[in-house]
């Protein structure tokens, strides 16, 4: 049900790998957005979003946020496809979250993985300059095999709690993203910061390529009614600098991978 601020992970399918339990909880960051139980994976209107990453970076703690579900046994039972429906700028979609990466004896091979999703979540660890070069990496593969399709990519710095072990500068995850045209966000699930941010920058990412024009300036024209004057203005400046020069125009695009509410 739309507004109860309830999520839930549904059971398993043939498609939608390892087993899934039901569970209750309502965003840890607290939001005017309300979430309900989500359709079948065969519904197009369901998004397919896929986490990707090197082990042990937390794309397993991300997916359960997105879930609702409790780490323990609660998550051992859960498994590894989590199916929710989140409002994102007043209207509900429906997403399945699968954790499914390098997992399960290599049922899911990578070139499936790589074929299936709407969105791909490619996650590293801020504290492990390894799992940002496999970033990278995933980054071309997924080029690669999706080499016609304009699939979002948003490519996430995980554990940004961890401040004195960090290898990771935010810097140098912007400008991965920009050298790999994807989005950008940084997140410690330890402390469920940025969480939902994702999720919900992953359904407008989405959005902007698969709606009309006019359900997406709609739906922009309701988010800049609610922005500040001085957002509006920093906006409308940087355009303007954007234009006057070509390395403004990196810089703008650098400042632009943050916003995952625009192209
Ligand atoms: N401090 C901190 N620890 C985290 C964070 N996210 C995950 N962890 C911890 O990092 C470890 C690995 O997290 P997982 O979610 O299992 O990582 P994974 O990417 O699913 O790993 P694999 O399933 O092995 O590929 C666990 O001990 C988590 O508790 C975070 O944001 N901050
Ligand atoms: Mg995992």
Redo the contacts with the bound molecule.
């Keep these: 049900m739309a507004g109860t601020g309830l999520p839930r992970v549904l059971g398993q399918s043939a498609e939608s790998g390892p087993g899934t339990q039901a569970t209750r909880r309502a965003w840890p960051e607290g939001s005017s957005d309300s979430l309900s139980s989500g359709g079948s994976d065969s519904d197009e209107s369901v998004y397919k979003v896929l986490l990707l990453?090197?082990?042990?970076?937390?794309?397993?703690?991300?997916a359960r946020i997105f879930g609702g579900v409790e780490?323990g046994p609660e998550a051992e039972a859960a498994g590894h496809t989590y199916d929710r429906s989140i409002m994102v700028d007043g209207e509900e979609a429906s997403l399945m979250v699968y954790?499914i990466?390098?997992?399960d004896g290599g049922r899911w091979l990578p070139g499936h993985c790589m074929a299936m999703g709407d969105a791909y979540v490619i996650?590293y660890s801020v504290t492990d300059k390894g799992s940002f070069e496999k970033a990278s990496e995933l980054r071309v593969q997924l080029r690669r095999a999706r080499q016609t399709d304009d699939v979002p990519i948003i490519l996430v710095g995980?554990?940004?709690?961890?401040v004195r072990s960090r290898e990771v500068s935010v810097d140098e995850g912007r400008a991965c993203a920009v050298v790999f045209d994807c989005k950008f966000i940084e997140?410690?699930?330890?402390?469920h910061h940025n969480v939902q941010a994702l999720f919900e920058g992953v359904v407008r990412q989405i959005r902007l390529r698969k709606d009309s024009k006019e359900a997406n300036a709609r739906r922009q024209a309701g988010t800049r009614r609610r922005e500040s004057l001085g957002k509006k203005a920093k906006r409308f400046l940087g355009r303007i600098v954007a234009r006057n020069s070509r390395k403004m125009a990196f810089r703008a695009k650098s400042k632009s991978c943050h916003d995952l509410s625009v192209l």
């Design positions: 990453g090197a082990p042990g970076v937390g794309k397993s703690a991300l780490d954790d990466w390098e997992q996650v995980n554990k940004s709690d961890l997140t410690s699930a330890a402390l």
